[in-house]
């Protein structure tokens, strides 16, 4: 790491997930992570939180309070600043002043517990405005507009150096194109929002494989300001089966200069985020041609001594083909990628064709399986905890390709099928969610169609 970014580009990290929240103790030790690593910016918003989203009016309850006091303590004690983000879209009523008392009394609590930097959102709510909204305010953005900037001067009021930050319902290029929040609803914020307020925006898409410089030079001038990254390349939420531990990438070093910040929200299991952070670390202030997959290697390095496990130790190679099938959401890493398109080949082709690729096939399924089974026993509980549904998946799955080419290679001109006495129907991906995945298949250019071609097509 050489030289910080000036202190006013946010670097860091977004609680904006859904699921459950972190722990206090989970928060503090990421809280020593990005001191160690330089990113400056944490923003309170877990969707569940019931009063930051569902329950927006309520305020906290003393117990509740004492703890999200400390949390803004910590973040002080550790140079980081503490953002609190309410979430009041799903339910409000623009033109009702009450609702901007009721913001303002949310705020002031957090305010008296020594929180100075907000954050106002309006993702993931209906598009639609009431009659009486539509007469007073006309559109959505200016509604939100007065809402954001009535509460913007208000805490500056309060804190003359204070930031404040805005979600817009459409958060991304693929719901500005389908006017999400009606005509011009961009334009009319970047025109209405009090240009001190920073606004999110993940990208092309809300989970963007890719964030160019012309992308964000394009929302800088709908915006009239640049552009502050919310980044959802390892948020996990939407997808039970998955984590990402992949180098922060797709999106080009220039891109820094372009914006006002880049914030991550990352997987809903805590533990699992170490190097997604570590590698938004070391982007946010790497000098030189930057290389994803060596910033991964090396963060991987960094969090193996997570891994004793009771026994026989896993290696750092291990650690990073398994970290290889969890990689990035449009991206397997080089050896999840290799074993996938090595079975996926071999499959496809008679057994009786089969030679030494079997054999090796069957031996790397071995050890992915015996990594899986070795990481059962980490001595870090929680982080075994937040692995372990993951860890049985993938084990199930090495488990049987072995059987299935075990078996296969055995009885290579015979066209027996395969069976396991360990993959039974009803247990073995059993379920409805499985049996509805199965329904509508996902084309390779993102259509849907019937899995029995024909039908209702
Ligand atoms: C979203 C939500 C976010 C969620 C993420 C990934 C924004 C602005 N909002 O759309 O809370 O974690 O997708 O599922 O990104």
């Not at 329950?55 to 117990?63: C, G």
Request: proline share 6%; aromatic share 12%.
């Amino acid at each position: 790491m050489t030289r910080r970014e000036p202190t006013n580009f946010l670097s860091g990290v977004i609680e904006g997930f859904y699921g459950q929240p972190w722990t206090p103790s989970e928060r503090l030790e990421l809280f020593d992570w990005m001191t160690r690593w330089g990113l400056n910016t944490y923003l309170y918003a877990p969707k569940d939180d019931l009063k930051h989203r569902a329950a927006w009016r309520e305020p906290y309850s003393p117990s509740e309070a004492e703890s999200l006091g400390q949390l803004i303590q910590a973040c002080r004690i550790h140079q980081i600043s503490f953002f609190y983000g309410l979430s009041p879209g799903l339910d409000i009523h623009y033109s009702n002043g009450e609702e901007l008392d009721h913001l303002k009394r949310r705020f002031e609590q957090l305010r008296k517990l020594g929180c100075a930097h907000f954050s106002l959102f309006f993702d993931d709510i209906p598009d639609r405005l009431e009659t009486e909204d539509i007469a007073r305010w006309g559109s959505l953005a200016s509604a939100q507009c007065h809402v954001a900037n009535t509460l913007f001067r208000w805490t500056r009021e309060q804190h003359p150096e204070a930031r404040f930050l805005f979600c817009p319902t459409a958060y991304c290029g693929r719901m500005m194109e389908s006017k999400l929040g009606g005509e011009n609803y961009l334009a009319t914020i970047g025109r209405e929002l009090l240009e001190e307020i920073d606004v999110f925006w993940t990208g092309p898409e809300i989970v963007s494989r890719e964030i160019t410089v012309a992308h964000v030079q394009m929302m800088r001038a709908i915006f009239r300001r640049k552009p502050l990254i919310w980044d959802n390349l390892h948020a996990n939420d939407y997808d039970g089966h998955r984590f990402f531990c992949g180098p922060y990438s797709g999106r080009p070093q220039e891109l820094r200069g372009e914006v006002s910040g880049l914030l991550c929200n990352p997987n809903t299991e805590f533990p699992l985020n170490y190097v997604p952070l570590r590698t938004l670390a070391e982007f946010v202030h790497f000098r030189g041609a930057w290389d994803a997959r060596a910033a991964y290697v090396a963060a991987m390095r960094e969090w193996f001594p997570f891994f004793e496990t009771v026994g026989r130790q896993i290696t750092l190679e291990d650690l990073i083909s398994f970290g290889d099938c969890y990689y990035l959401p449009y991206e397997e890493g080089s050896e999840g990628k290799t074993l996938l398109r090595s079975a996926q080949a071999l499959l496809a082709t008679h057994p009786s064709k089969w030679s030494g690729e079997a054999t090796l096939l069957r031996a790397q399924t071995a050890r992915l399986r015996e990594v899986c089974a070795r990481l059962s026993d980490l001595r870090r509980r929680p982080l075994f905890y937040a692995l372990s549904r993951r860890l049985w998946e993938l084990r199930e799955e090495m488990d049987l390709l072995e059987r299935y080419l075990a078996f296969k290679s055995q009885h290579p001109n015979q066209d027996i099928p395969g069976t396991s006495d360990f993959h039974l129907p009803g247990t073995y991906r059993g379920g409805i969610v499985a049996q509805l995945q199965r329904l509508l298949v996902q084309q390779p250019d993102g259509t849907f169609a019937p899995a029995h071609a024909g039908a209702g097509r």
